[in-house]
């Protein structure tokens, strides 16, 4: 069975500091694979999305950036974290139909 | 671009008693799914019950079930029987096939004692 995974669970850090959030999906292979963000009791922002290695859509022109070195290596990364980066990160994946499977995700607070 | 309404933001409902959740879209597509997603305290995302657009039939999982409506763009969740641990935020979201998926705003649900 498949299972995604996210690191860390939680993460404080200061303003202007770098962010790498990771995440990998095991048991399956190609799965586009997605970065979301939810602020507290909001809905999901679709960050970045991926076809594929090093291939990598970005949906809202932030500070934010994402890469996958790997089939089922997708990565999060600021080099400068703003207070506005605050949120909850989700990771997600789709199969070759149509589900969106979530990872557990990571609560970041950026002080 | 499509859009997904709740227009529930908070809902409450009685232990053992039944409750409707609503959602409409908007899109031109004539290929989609929708989705119903349960976030509960944890924060993770769990499918709680899919449809496909071409079916006819509502879909239902045990204790949920939809009401889709295609023409009217309308796809609401009922959850009978509701329990303790149904109390959550849960999510309508639409894909167009091969799409990306776009998400509501979320209707916090809690289920009374």
């Known amino acids: 069975s498949q299972t995604i995974h996210q690191w860390p669970a939680t993460l404080v850090q200061p303003v202007g500091s770098p962010l790498s959030l990771e995440c990998t999906v095991e048991g399956t292979s190609n799965p586009n694979l997605y970065w979301y963000r939810q602020a507290a009791g909001r809905g999901l922002q679709l960050l970045f999305y991926?076809?594929?290695?090093?291939?990598i859509s970005s949906e809202v022109p932030q500070n934010l950036s994402a890469s996958r070195p790997q089939d089922r290596q997708f990565i999060l990364s600021s080099k400068k974290l703003l207070l506005s980066d605050s949120g909850f990160y989700l990771c997600?994946?789709?199969?070759?139909?149509?589900?969106?499977?979530f990872g557990p995700g990571t609560r970041l607070t950026v002080l | 671009a499509q859009t997904v309404t709740q227009s529930q933001p908070e809902m409450s409902v009685q232990e053992a008693e039944t409750v409707t959740l609503s959602c409409t879209y908007d899109t031109s597509e004539s290929n989609y799914y929708l989705f119903w997603y349960k976030q509960p305290p944890s924060r993770q995302m769990i499918l709680v019950i899919r449809q496909e657009a071409y079916k006819q039939q509502n879909a239902t999982e045990n204790r949920f079930s939809v009401n889709f409506q295609k023409a009217a763009k309308s796809f609401s969740l009922k959850i009978s029987d509701s329990q303790l641990g149904d109390t959550a935020m849960y999510f309508c979201a639409f894909r167009p096939n091969a799409g990306k998926s776009t998400f509501g705003d979320g209707t916090t649900l809690t289920v009374k004692p």
């Open positions: 997600a994946w789709t199969p070759a139909t149509d589900t969106q499977y």
């Open positions: 991926s076809v594929g290695i090093g291939q």
